[in-house]
């Protein structure tokens, strides 16, 4: 069987807007028959959500799966808690930097893996004040008006 190229199923681009990156771990997901279906159709989406750790498991709370067209009785809440997959040391490492002051758990993007498992990559997160997403929007736009600048010099 060949293996397959990593398809991304949802992508939370405000994340890196709303927050500064530090770690970064890929935690597969607990699914029922009928959402890995609706997951590989598409039909994810984790921009509301966010991740926590309750009894000594990862969770994630928030993230929406459509229900399966075809699932009938089988399909799942589209907005249940689902169960996260890491190592137990991942977890406690997680445990002691949530504990900390303005540190988060945000899940940056989902994904279907070369071996058809579906993933969601955590970031270990610190919360953007508004004069830092200002800085980035200048920064960016800065970057933009001098490759505008060299494109015109080019021709």
Do not use: W
């Not at 609706?38 to 984790?46: D, L, M």
């Not at 921009?47 to 459509?66: C, F, H, P, R, T």
């Amino acid at each position: 069987m060949p293996k397959r190229e990593r398809k991304i199923v949802a992508n939370n681009k405000k994340a890196r807007h709303d927050y500064f990156i530090d770690d970064v771990y890929e935690a597969g997901i607990v699914l029922t028959g009928t959402e890995i279906k609706s997951v590989r159709a598409g039909k994810a989406s984790i921009k509301e959500s966010y991740a926590k750790i309750q009894g000594g498991e990862l969770v994630i709370i928030g993230m929406n799966i459509s229900p399966y067209e075809q699932g009938n009785r089988f399909n799942a809440e589209p907005l249940r808690t689902r169960k996260l997959l890491l190592h137990k040391r991942e977890i406690r490492k997680l445990l002691g930097l949530t504990t900390q002051k303005g540190l988060t758990l945000v899940p940056l993007r989902m994904y279907i893996n070369e071996n058809g498992l579906a993933k969601i990559e955590i970031a270990v997160a610190r919360g953007k004040k508004n004069y830092d997403k200002r800085e980035d929007v200048a920064k960016r736009d800065a970057g933009r008006k001098m490759e505008q600048a060299l494109k015109k010099r080019r021709y």
